[in-house]
């Protein structure tokens, strides 16, 4: 069984890879992680659950993008879902994080084709 954090961490890393936070991308994670944890057959989060979980994480994982630790991150991340049929799921929920805000981001991009390539999207 797959953790909270196992599942809501690559759709944070979406968030937070470019450095600016929208409330758009808030509102897709929200209903995003909602799908994805009722796809994993975990428990319910309320909205305000999620936000919670969400500001308690953003700070680490921005540390994270930002350092050498980056690729690491990535990697552990989106390794762990490898060969798994919830991957495309996940993937999407990036996806729709990512046009959330109707702009094109290079960092988003880049974490999107990282995902595919690792799970063979």
Not at 46 to 72: F, G, M, V
């Amino acid at each position: 069984m797959f953790t909270y954090t196992e599942i809501l961490t690559p759709l944070a890393l979406m968030v937070v890879i470019d450095d600016e936070v929208r409330a758009a991308e808030m509102d897709a994670f929200c209903a995003q992680a909602q799908g994805l944890i009722e796809i994993f057959e975990r428990d319910a989060l309320s909205p305000e659950a999620l936000l919670k979980w969400y500001d308690d994480h953003q700070a680490d994982l921005k540390h994270d993008l930002s350092s050498t630790n980056k690729p690491i991150t990535i990697l552990r991340a989106f390794t762990r879902f490898k060969d798994r049929p919830e991957a495309r799921a996940i993937y999407e929920a990036m996806l729709a994080i990512s046009i959330s805000d109707k702009e094109y981001h290079a960092e988003e991009s880049g974490l999107l084709k990282s995902a595919a390539s690792i799970w063979g999207l």
